[in-house]
């Protein structure tokens, strides 16, 4: 505990897995080491030592960030985000499923965020869909390009499969559109010729003929 609440380093760099830049901004920093561990560390059945942890818990800005740094790193042990060694198992078992949104748009803001599975198949869905190519996608996951690449290409499929169920229908390629626009103005000017150069030939020379065969008659 010692190292947790003296901590006075900037920002290491690491995953936010390894980020320890909130503990200044902690209730418990600058706490006496052996204060401490005897208010973050009490018995299971101390209530009276348990609550009083919590009361500074809930005073805590930083409170969020604790409880994410001991559920990443497997900490079990004392109160850490409010929340005693009890209350956090579940979190602890459910950790690959958990989803939390607020971390993804934070990863898509430029934050080097410890995505759970769950989260990262946000990521890489929401990255087809925004047009990421594999060298961006790879940059941000750290993983080589070939894997980015199949991730991309599985989440293509999965669209795909999905629309399909659905009966989406597929989009046209925007050459085929600037093709109809085309051809459909064209078809309509040479439907529209036609009326208009065919009845004046018509009805000219229908008089005609009635006119010549009397006055050849005659």
């Not at 503990?23 to 418990?28: D, E, F, K, S």
């Amino acid at each position: 505990m010692r190292h947790i609440t003296t901590h006075t380093s900037p920002t290491s760099g690491l995953r936010g897995i390894g980020d320890t830049s909130w503990h200044t901004r902690g209730v418990c920093h600058g706490m006496n080491p052996e204060d401490a561990d005897a208010t973050f560390f009490p018995l299971p059945r101390d209530y009276e030592a348990i609550a009083e942890a919590k009361e500074l818990c809930g005073l805590c800005p930083v409170r969020r960030d604790c409880l994410n740094y001991a559920l990443e790193n497997a900490l079990k042990e004392g109160i850490w985000g409010g929340l005693t060694e009890a209350e956090r198992r579940p979190w602890h078992d459910g950790l690959p499923q958990r989803l939390d949104y607020g971390r993804v748009i934070a990863f898509f803001n430029g934050r080097d965020v410890h995505l759970t599975g769950a989260e990262r198949q946000v990521v890489i869905d929401h990255a087809y869909v925004r047009g990421w190519r594999p060298d961006r996608l790879a940059a941000a996951l750290q993983i080589s390009h070939k894997h980015a690449r199949d991730l991309l290409r599985q989440a293509a499929n999965k669209v795909f499969d999905r629309d399909r169920t659905l009966g989406v229908p597929r989009r046209k390629n925007k050459k085929n559109k600037k093709k109809g626009t085309q051809t459909a103005p064209s078809t309509s000017r040479s439907a529209s010729a036609k009326p208009s150069t065919q009845p004046p030939t018509c009805p000219s020379a229908k008089p005609t003929s009635a006119h010549a065969s009397p006055g050849k008659a005659a």
